[in-house]
């Protein structure tokens, strides 16, 4: 298994490429699309599956572009196709005075569901909070966990949105996030990556 980090957009939303045996899943395509399909080309990479970890804009805007590059499937909760679909929920038009979207869902991801991915097993933790669609993805094997906007390595996403909920983000992190080994490291939406054990004793205190 191989993982790239990219750093994509204004905002600087991180983009990452998990890939094994010649096949690839791209997480949160959130901008520069073409950068992001010349990394799979120059490697001889084939995109199957497109994760979203929520629907704002700046974790999809990316989605349109590759899928229609590589028709790879789109994978994200049930609840990010309304945003996909509209500006206003996705916050492109209101924050960037732009109208992003994506084509739909194709597969719809709920808590507990498996991706087996090339030998790879990928688990859905539905992690709500910053976003009501918000799931992260947990890889077992190496101990990896991608959050998306729920935990950053020294803080957490944003609450104060129309869907937002800081008791279902305490929830998220504390009921879930905190189930996972402590040694496990998170790769999030925005920033370093950092590992549980550390946002747990040195960074949510300071936040509760």
Not at 30 to 37: D, H, N, P, S, V
Not at 50 to 58: L, S
Not at 87 to 113: C, E, M
Not at 114 to 143: A, M, N, Q, V
Request: net charge neutral; proline share 4%; hydrophobic share 35%.
């Amino acid at each position: 298994m191989k993982l790239k980090k990219f750093t994509v957009g204004e905002i600087m939303s991180k983009s990452y490429i998990v890939s094994n045996n010649g096949k690839a899943i791209v997480i949160d395509p959130g901008a520069e699309g073409k950068k992001l399909y010349k990394y799979l080309q120059e490697n001889n990479l084939e995109l199957k599956y497109i994760i979203n970890t929520h629907g704002h804009f700046d974790h999809i805007a990316a989605n349109e572009f590759l899928k229609n590059k590589t028709d790879a499937k789109i994978m994200a909760h049930p609840k990010a196709d309304l945003k996909f679909k509209d500006p206003k929920l996705n916050l492109s038009q209101v924050l960037k005075r732009q109208k992003i979207t994506s084509p739909s869902v194709d597969i719809a991801l709920n808590d507990g569901d498996i991706i087996d991915f090339e030998g790879l097993k990928l688990r859905i933790i539905y992690t709500p909070g910053h976003s009501e669609d918000g799931i992260s993805i947990y890889l077992e094997s190496e101990k990896i966990l991608f959050p998306g906007d729920c935990i950053f390595a020294s803080g957490v996403g944003r609450t104060d949105f129309s869907d937002s909920d800081f008791e279902k983000l305490t929830n998220s992190i504390e009921e879930k996030l905190f189930s996972l080994p402590d040694n496990t490291t998170f790769y999030p939406g925005h920033g370093a990556d950092n590992i549980i054990s550390s946002f747990k004793n040195r960074v949510w205190p300071a936040l509760k």
